[in-house]
């Protein structure tokens, strides 16, 4: 047989169809699924509730918690939180089937159901929710479903009980789908009323829909382990109700105009001004021809615009439903199009010449349609790709291996709390630590600290939250701020005890890693931080000042710095007690490109308000930067950027510095970056050339690119950035070219020397 008639039958093939959008969503969703806790505003919640059959905030999402203590029990692959994210891209991917189905449905065109269903697919909005923990998948693969009941049900194909069944799992998950009631009433006929006399028939209808709500029965079921669910019937509506939704509505017109033109960017930027007209141009074909079905899509459509205009809550979750049901009237609009085009280019009255350009203009029309889904989308991607999106863990497991004492308070925002609930409850670790959730102000933790002091408690905050009422001191441990309420006076257990000036000790010092397990910092890759802490002790009254950490490479050379106050500024030196010892932390990043080799970390103090050091450089140690294979371009910073092939194992990526105006007897310094894509295996060496304006060579240097990490050590996939300094330049404006032979140098920048 013809492979291509066995093509055209399989494409014609309505389930072949189904399936292949299903399996190319699941496997665009999977690609960009993030790998583990965090995600959304309310993921880390689900990441823990639905496995430990905890309750979610109202409404309780029993049917979501359902399917997630399924799929955290049966599913093989990674930790519980992924776990959770891969229900998405479960849920995410069905969606994107009913959508393909019901657009089938009511177009009967695979061009406008296809094209409308993959633009569905790739909505930022969308897509961001199919990859992490999140309710939005199953919401709108709800409404997806119901949308295909529905009009399978107006079509003569289906009864209402599928209709009721899907209300009322919708209904079971997130309340936002009985708004939908009022336009599925304007598709009743009288026929269906007709129907519907019989006590039997409602009778039906009414268990299809009241059954899936009997999935609310998980609240009293499961609300006895709640710290905060209250197990009573007060508390039962309480939750289903959502009662205290109210403070997340707008109320003034100002909000609601911001609202809207938040709303009307989204859309653009979801559909494009092309993809608009095809909105509008559906309307004008579609109204016409089924006025009953425009009505419903439409009153629809204008009941989910409003409600996110009045609703204030995740931009994600809410702006995806009035965009859910656009992309009907945008199917439909390439609907109307394409049935113009082929109604003109079948025309028998036609001449052959007119005839073969309106079927130029069909296959014109289908590329814009792929352009409209294609160009977008690797902007669309890096919004909606999660794969690299790890912090949220690995700052809770840092923050879970630092030596916390026993039973302390530890006070976070939702999102914090919930990724601290996740590793007591999921991960079974630190279950002493007492989790106090905080919102917007500083009245949760203010109330917490007196609690916390009262019953002889240190007291822990989460970074960036409020700092409580009162007068207190802090210190830092780790990423967490210590609340104190009196100057610790207890040395630490072996003090280095280094005098910085007469008024100022720095007591103790140690490298960690940060992001990481608590561990000394021994071997770094770049782009890894290195978190250096130090312990202070006010001998008499401080200046405020700033602390100064280096990093040096192993020539010498200050490769990276930062100032900052000690304390983060939240607890100002001059404040310090006599005889008081404070904790602060510094984190230093190993700047992506850097070389292996042994570096070394020192600290100097200064001035906070001259800005003048006040201390000699203090070593606190060295550690081994290791080799990294797999930097991308975007994490090494590069100032000026290109690609130059300098050998057929080497490129240049860009480099800084160098080029300007400079006054003679001034050493000129910059970097290059480098990219090795073989091994290379044996010594070169670079020459730079300085080139005067008539083409001539006017003085050159040649170094090993990389003094202390010789070329010969250099692996396929390294990325690395070196440092030079050039002197004794003479006067004169010239062209600095690089290059590893003297006859393929290449002109990077100018560079002018003034007497």
């Known amino acids: 047989m013809n492979p291509s008639h066995i093509l055209r039958t399989a494409l014609a093939d309505a389930r072949v169809l189904t399936l292949f959008v299903f399996v190319a969503a699941s496997a665009l969703y999977f690609r960009t699924a993030g790998p583990t806790l965090g995600g959304g505003h309310d993921s880390a919640e689900f990441q823990h509730v639905a496995y430990t059959l905890g309750i979610a905030h109202p409404t309780g999402y029993p049917l979501y918690l359902a399917l997630g203590k399924i799929a955290t029990t049966l599913l093989p692959l990674g930790n519980i939180a992924y776990r959770m994210n891969l229900l998405s891209v479960f849920l995410g991917a069905l969606a994107v089937m009913f959508v393909y189905l019901s657009m089938q449905q009511l177009t009967r065109r695979p061009i406008a159901a296809f094209t409308a269903t993959a633009l569905f697919a790739t909505n930022v909005a969308v897509w961001r929710q199919a990859g992490v923990a999140s309710v939005s998948p199953l919401n709108l693969l709800l409404f997806a479903a119901l949308m295909y009941a529905v009009l399978r049900w107006h079509a003569r194909r289906a009864g209402l009980i599928p209709v009721a069944i899907v209300l009322g799992l919708g209904l079971a998950h997130h309340r936002s789908i009985i708004l939908l009631a009022p336009a599925i009433l304007i598709l009743f006929t009288r026929d269906d009323f007709d129907r519907l006399r019989h006590p ?159 079927e130029s203009l069909r296959l014109t029309f289908a590329l814009v349609l792929v352009l409209l889904i294609v160009l977008p989308l690797p902007a669309r991607w890096r919004a909606a790709d999660w794969s ?95 609340v104190r309420d009196k100057p610790q006076t207890n040395a630490p257990a072996a003090p280095k005890n280094i005098a910085i000036t007469s008024a100022l000790t720095l007591a ?83 700047p992506g490109g850097t070389p292996p080799g042994t570096y070394q970390l020192k600290l100097q103090t200064l001035d906070a308000a001259t800005k003048s050091p006040t201390s000699d450089e203090i070593a606190l140690g060295s550690f081994a930067v290791e080799r990294a294979t797999n930097l991308t371009r975007e994490q090494v910073f590069v100032a000026h950027s290109f690609t130059i092939v300098l050998s057929d194992q080497i490129e240049m990526w860009g480099y800084g510095g160098f080029g300007g105006r400079y006054r003679a007897g001034e050493p000129i310094g910059g970097n290059l970056v480098f990219v090795a894509h073989k091994d290379v295996g044996a010594d070169l060496t670079l020459l730079f050339a300085l080139v005067d304006p008539s083409d001539q060579i006017v003085q050159t240097w040649q170094v090993a690119p990389i003094p202390f990490y010789p070329t010969r050590e250099w692996k396929q996939g390294e990325t690395l950035k070196a440092y030079y300094d050039l002197r004794d330049l003479p006067v004169g404006a010239y062209t600095l070219a690089v290059g590893f032979d003297a006859q393929d140098l290449i002109k990077i920048t100018k560079i002018e020397i003034a007497p």
Do not use: C
């Not at 409850?425 to 002091?453: C, H, I, K, S, W």
């Not at 490298?511 to 770094?524: F, K, N, Q, V």
């Open 200 to 358: 039997g028939a409602w009778l039906r209808l009414g268990i299809a829909f009241a059954a899936p709500l009997l999935l609310y029965l998980y609240l009293p079921a499961f609300g006895n382990g709640s710290p905060w669910y209250s197990n009573t019937l007060e508390g039962f509506f309480t939750q289903v109700s959502a009662s205290e939704v109210g403070s997340y509505v707008r109320v003034t017109p100002g909000d609601w105009l911001a609202a809207l033109e938040t709303l009307a960017r989204f859309l653009l930027d979801s559909f494009g001004v092309i993809g608009l007209g095809l909105i509008a141009l559906g309307v004008l074909g579609f109204v016409p021809r089924a006025a009953r079905l425009a009505s419903f899509l439409g009153l629809a459509t204008f009941i989910y615009a409003t409600w996110t205009i009045f609703f204030n809550s995740e931009q994600d979750r809410y702006f995806a439903l009035p965009f859910f049901f656009l992309i009907y009237w945008f199917a439909l609009g390439i609907d109307t199009l394409e049935d113009r085009i082929y109604a003109f280019s079948a025309s028998p009255h036609l001449a052959a010449p007119i005839a073969r350009m309106f």
């Open 388 to 482: 690299q999106s790890d912090r949220e863990y690995t700052l809770w497991n840092e923050i879970f291996s630092l030596p916390i004492p026993n039973h302390v308070t530890l006070v976070g925002d939702w999102r914090q709390l919930n990724g601290m609930r996740y590793f007591q409850r999921v991960e079974n670790r630190r279950p002493d630590l007492q989790l106090v959730g905080t919102m917007y102000d500083a009245a949760p933790q203010t109330d917490a600290a007196r609690a916390a002091f009262a019953d002889g408690r240190a007291i822990f905050l989460a970074p960036g939250l409020a700092l409580p009422l009162g007068d207190y001191r802090y210190a830092q441990l780790g990423p967490l701020l210590e």
């Open 508 to 590: 103790h010092y140690e490298i960690t890693t940060a992001l990481e397990p608590y561990a000394p910092a021994t071997r770094l890759a770049p782009t890894r931080t290195a978190r250096a802490t130090l312990v202070w002790r006010a001998e008499d009254r401080v200046t405020d000042f700033l602390v100064r950490v280096r990093l040096y490479d192993p020539e010498g050379r200050a490769i990276t710095q930062k100032d900052e106050p000690p304390v983060r500024g939240l607890y100002p030196a001059s404040q310090w007690a006599r005889g008081e010892y404070v904790r602060a932390v510094h984190n230093i990043q190993i």
